[in-house]
């Protein structure tokens, strides 16, 4: 079983920052993409950062030069870094994974349960 767990969250005023985390645990064989979604109150979710294995990134327009995600493959663990926070950024932010659990298996995206960001204008 494969489990993603974030902290980090919480209540910032705007400007202020926040940093997240993600720990993946269970049968892990291989991480190949990590990534931060957001889903705020009557929207859709939408993709905020993603990294490769290779430490390539790309973000969403909204939050680029703000926001920077990074990983540590020693520790299965992905992060975002978010900085020069904004009212509109105030969301749910979950963590999501590319794993293969055995060299034989299909590689199989899995989500944490989310963290609430809620910034105060």
């Known amino acids: 079983q494969v489990q993603l767990v974030e902290s980090g969250g919480g209540l910032v005023q705007a400007g202020g920052s926040l940093r997240l985390s993600c720990a993946a645990s269970?049968?892990?064989?291989?991480?190949?993409?990590m990534a931060w979604y957001r889903q705020a109150p009557g929207k859709q979710r939408e993709l905020v950062a993603a990294?490769?294995?290779?430490?390539?990134?790309d973000y969403v327009d909204s939050v680029k030069e703000r926001f920077t995600i990074s990983r540590d493959n020693a520790k299965n663990s992905v992060y975002l870094q978010m900085n020069s926070l904004k009212s509109e950024d105030t969301a749910v932010y979950y963590c999501?994974?590319?794993?293969?659990?055995?060299?034989?298996?299909?590689?199989?995206?899995?989500w944490g349960q989310g963290t609430q960001v809620t910034v105060s204008s």
């Open positions: 269970g049968r892990l064989f291989s991480i190949n993409r």
């Open positions: 999501n994974a590319a794993i293969r659990i055995t060299a034989g298996t299909w590689m199989t995206e899995y």
């Open positions: 990294i490769t294995s290779g430490s390539s990134t």
